[in-house]
Structure formats: structure tokens, C-alpha cells
Nanobody
Framework: QVQLVESGGGAVQAGGSLRLSCAAS????????MAWFRQAPGKEREFVAG????????DYVDSVKGRFTISRDNAKNTVYLQMNSLKPEDTAIYYCAAQVGLTWVNVKSTGGYRYWGQGTQVTVSS
């Protein structure tokens, strides 16, 4: 079992930056693949970024490549999403997700994750 708590969301103007954090409970954080998803109003939840247990494997949705960076600190049980050059289309609720035993090929699949945070709102104005 793991509980996830996101923070760091807010309202920014286009071109600005935000850093999201996701703090996880439990002693086996390093055993979990971690990911960020987002859901805009009227749209399905979509994969944003994922990171492997050691941090050696990372993947992003094409729309955020070069602008967002996912990282993790296993000593602090925390995963981060640094978001730069934000665009209005990045506006969404951002969710942290975790799963143990997930194969990397499924990292982008919403259905692959059992554990989810409550979400944090990111609003980007033009």
C-alpha cells in the first residue's frame, strides 16, 4: 500500500514554470514505477511522464518533451515534475500514480496503476 499526495500546482501565465511534487508513504517507494498523468475538462486522463524505479528509465508524451522533466528522490519518497515553458493547453488536473511490478511497456497506460493521488490543479493563462 502506498498513499500519494501531490503539491505545487497553481496558476501561471504562458511561458512560466511550476514544479509539482508527489510525496509517497511507505518504505518501499523505490520498488514503484512512478508517473504523472493529467486530465483536462471534458477529456480523458492522459499520460504525461513516467520514471522507472531507479530513475534510469524515463518517458514523456510528445507534447511535453523538452519542456517537462520528471525526477525522483528515493531517499525522500518523492517524485517531481518540473514544468517549464508552460502553455494554455497544459491546463489540467495533474495526478501522481504508482505501481509495483508494472512492466515498462505499460508505463503509459492509465489502467496499469493501482495507486493515485488526489490531483493538483495547474492553470496556464495566455
Amino acid at each position: 500500500q502506498v498513499q500519494l499526495v501531490e503539491s505545487g500546482g497553481g496558476a501561471v501565465q504562458a511561458g512560466g514554470s511550476l514544479r509539482l511534487s508527489c510525496a509517497a508513504s511507505g518504505r518501499t517507494f523505490s520498488a514503484y514505477i512512478m508517473a504523472w498523468f493529467r486530465q483536462a475538462p471534458g477529456k480523458e486522463r492522459e499520460f504525461v511522464a513516467g520514471i522507472s524505479m531507479s530513475g534510469g528509465g524515463i518517458d514523456y508524451v510528445d507534447s511535453v518533451k523538452g519542456r517537462f522533466t520528471i525526477s525522483r528522490d528515493n531517499a525522500k519518497n518523492t517524485v517531481y515534475l518540473q514544468m517549464n515553458s508552460l502553455k494554455p493547453e497544459d491546463t489540467a488536473i495533474y495526478y501522481c500514480a504508482a505501481q509495483v511490478g508494472l512492466t515498462w511497456v505499460n508505463v503509459k497506460s492509465t489502467g496499469g496503476y493501482r495507486y493515485w493521488g488526489q490531483g493538483t490543479q495547474v492553470t496556464v493563462s495566455s
